[in-house]
């Protein structure tokens, strides 16, 4: 499921992020804001004619486009430890 | 010797400004937006044993890979790359305790450098708020150098950040510029790493963010937010109107009285004059406007402590992306509702830089505050005070208006700009969305202090010293005894008026306007400096026309279509010397600035002409 259709506030989590739909700056910039497969996501508010949406990744709220958002692959359920240095 | 330099630096938010101004006693501006601070600012530390050393507060960013403006002055400061400026000898990385996983992030980039650090882990009262407990002693032993709990804003847990920058100062300051060639960590890596830390650090977690939540639940809807932040501005201008008459006329009358006693105890003859008409007609003319200043910078002021300036962002992103720019250049734009001048520097956050150069092209039209002592004495002058339901003014209505004028010729402006000479790049929005705070009142009232005293700095240099000049030009020559003509157009600027005159009479303009355009190019409020100058002289001793506020003897004079065109002039016209510079400087040459005063100066024109003609026709 894209980010895009995701429920407003139902918890889900990054499945896959296509980076390539998107400049490599912005990528970067996301990355940069905790954007990565694993990560805990929330679709919080979308704007008039659902131009932009803002989410909450991790625990910070990210504000981005619809096309942006479109690139983003998400299931929902909690979050799965992410990375193979999680400790328990 | 060479003087220590701390570095202050950290993501955007992090409250560096704040740590910034506890620390070394400075008065930096403090904001809840990212972008706060654009440019490298120097304070003096203290420190308890005898030493010194200077303290830079950089901008913000994420990372090391620098997308804007703003994030390669932080860049270059750290690597030692800025032109003149050694490497920094301690590095004080500030990180927002609420928002570990991602701040420390970039920390153990900045880690890795290998420059001595310290971490002021800020904002831990908003931490708490939102049900954190952190581990500072964990996360010291994790990252390998000292974490010092602060809450900047309370100026909690200096003392112990100031001891922990002593020990880890080194002795002497580095002489040699140096360059740090370093190859960083791996993005994925310092991710991994990054939230394995914080996940230590983190001793017990509530999710508990009620504020935030139920605020943005209203503020970011769709249609309601929309709605809030259109009255929101509404109801500033109409604040702005109403809330500054008493102070206003009470300004007025000090300077009435003011005037009275100097005819009284000075003789008639050019002294007087200068003092009366010159100075206290003039610059007294502007002055009086400061209650209505300092009211429009309490509401932006609290728009920017507050956080509520993303979302206004966020909101505003669709209309903005029609004019293909970026929601995040709502900002710049709105910061130059206070001033063009710091919303022009506010871009060098935009990354993208045609993106970024449309929003300086256009940020002289948003209705700076010079423009409020002209609106303000026209709208009074000409417009009546009627009052409809719920307190609303005709008089603010009409205000509002010119706001939106201002605003909607921007994006229209942008449109057309990003269709042709700003052609290309794609505007996108990124942009984090801070946690709401309740601004205090010591910033609010410092941010005030501020303003005023650059207003009166400007009324007693930029605004005095052309007054001076034009009382001189409206004084001299004089005509001769028994002549018909009147003083003011037989003077040296009566006469450049004359010239001027032609050229804006089909708009409506008259001489009187002619005369005050000119010296109005220093700054817009010079034109009612100039207007009151021209109008004290030419009253000379009349008591009956001295009595008269400025605003009754241009109701004498003027037209209602000429005040109308007079004020659609001014909704466009780039009449600010300070504004032509910062473009210049912003954008490396004088080809932008140019344009941006042409295409401005056509369309103050074509505006006025058509409010004048307008205005005629339907028998105003």
């Known amino acids: ?88 | 010797m060479s003087a220590l330099t701390i570095a202050m630096v950290g993501n955007p938010n992090a409250g560096k400004s704040a740590l910034f101004n506890a620390l070394t006693g400075a008065r930096q501006k403090v904001g809840n937006y990212p972008g706060v601070t654009v440019e490298r600012k120097v304070g003096r530390l203290a420190l308890a044993d005898g030493r010194a050393a200077d303290v830079v507060d950089l901008p913000g960013t994420y990372s090391l890979d620098a997308k804007s403006p703003d994030e390669e002055v932080t860049r270059n400061v750290i690597f030692g790359y800025q032109d003149g400026e050694k490497r920094p000898d301690l590095l004080v990385i500030v990180v927002d305790a609420a928002n570990l996983d991602n701040h420390l992030r970039f920390a153990l980039e900045l880690l890795a450098l290998g420059t001595p650090a310290v971490i002021a882990l800020n904002m831990v009262d908003l931490a708490t708020r939102d049900g954190l407990e952190l581990d500072a002693a964990r996360l010291q032993e994790d990252l390998g150098v000292p974490v010092i709990p602060t809450v900047a804003v309370r100026r909690r847990g200096l003392d112990h950040l100031k001891d922990a920058i002593e020990t880890a100062l080194p002795a002497h300051a580095s002489t040699k510029i140096v360059h740090i060639e370093k190859a960083l960590p791996g993005e994925d890596g310092l991710r991994r790493e990054a939230q394995r830390i914080a996940r230590r650090a983190i001793v017990s977690e509530t999710p508990s963010r009620r504020l935030t939540n139920s605020l943005d639940a209203v503020l970011l809807h769709p249609v309601l937010g929309f709605v809030i932040l259109l009255s929101l501005l509404f109801v500033m201008f109409q604040a702005v109107f109403s809330w500054s008459e008493l102070p206003v006329s009470l300004l007025e009358g000090a300077f009435a009285a003011l005037e009275g006693l100097v005819r009284e105890l000075l003789p008639d003859g050019l002294l007087r004059s200068l003092i009366v008409d010159g100075v206290i007609a003039g610059v007294g003319s502007v002055v009086v406007f400061l209650p209505l200043i300092l009211i429009l910078f309490f509401f932006i002021l609290m728009l920017e402590a507050t956080g509520y300036m993303t979302r206004a962002a966020f909101l505003m992103d669709g209309l903005m992306a029609k004019a293909g720019l970026s929601g995040r250049t709502f900002i710049p734009l709105l910061s130059s509702f206070a001033c063009a001048v710091p919303g022009i520097m506010a871009t060098r956050t935009i990354a993208d830089p045609k993106d970024r150069l449309t929003t300086i092209l256009i940020a002289p039209l948003m209705t700076c505050s010079a423009r409020w002592p002209v609106y303000t004495l026209i709208i009074g002058a000409f417009i009546p005070n009627t009052r409809f339901a719920f307190g609303i003014g005709l008089q603010g209505l009409v205000l509002f208006s010119l706001v939106i004028v201002g605003i909607v010729g921007a994006l229209v402006v942008a449109t057309v700009l990003r269709l042709g000479v700003t052609k290309g790049g794609k505007g996108s929005f990124l942009m984090e969305l801070p946690k709401y705070q309740m601004p205090l009142l010591r910033d609010l009232a410092l941010g005030l202090w501020q303003r005023a005293v650059i207003f009166l700095k400007r009324a007693g240099t930029i605004i005095f010293a052309t007054n001076v000049i034009l009382w001189l030009l409206l004084s001299f020559p004089k005509p001769p005894t028994g002549s018909d003509v009147r003083p003011v157009d037989y003077s040296a600027a009566g006469r450049i008026a004359s010239v001027l005159e032609p050229v804006l009479r089909p708009i409506g303009f008259n001489h009187d306007i002619a005369l005050a355009l000119i010296p109005a190019m220093a700054a817009r409020e010079v034109a009612v400096s100039a207007l009151a100058t021209a109008n004290s002289i030419d009253s000379g001793d009349d008591e009956d026309a001295t009595a008269k506020t400025l605003g009754e003897r241009l109701q004498g004079r003027w037209s209602l279509p000429t005040a109308l065109a007079f004020l659609a002039w001014f909704v466009f016209a780039p009449q600010c010397v300070s504004t032509i510079a910062v473009t210049r400087r912003e954008t490396n040459g004088w080809r932008w600035p140019m344009f941006m005063v042409s295409y401005l100066f056509a369309l103050a024109y074509v505006a006025a002409g058509i409010t004048y003609w307008t205005a005629v026709y339907a028998g105003l």
């Open chain 1, 1 to 88: 499921m894209r980010l895009t259709s995701l429920d407003r506030n139902r918890p889900a989590y990054v499945d896959s992020v296509d980076w390539s739909a998107m400049p490599d700056a912005d990528g970067r910039r996301l990355r940069e804001l905790g954007l990565c497969e694993g990560a805990s996501i929330e679709l919080l508010h979308r704007s008039l004619f659902r131009k932009a949406h803002a989410c909450r990744i991790g625990r910070m709220i990210v504000a981005m486009r619809a096309d942006h958002a479109a690139a983003i692959g998400v299931r929902t359920g909690p979050a799965p430890n992410s990375g193979p240095d999680t400790e328990a």
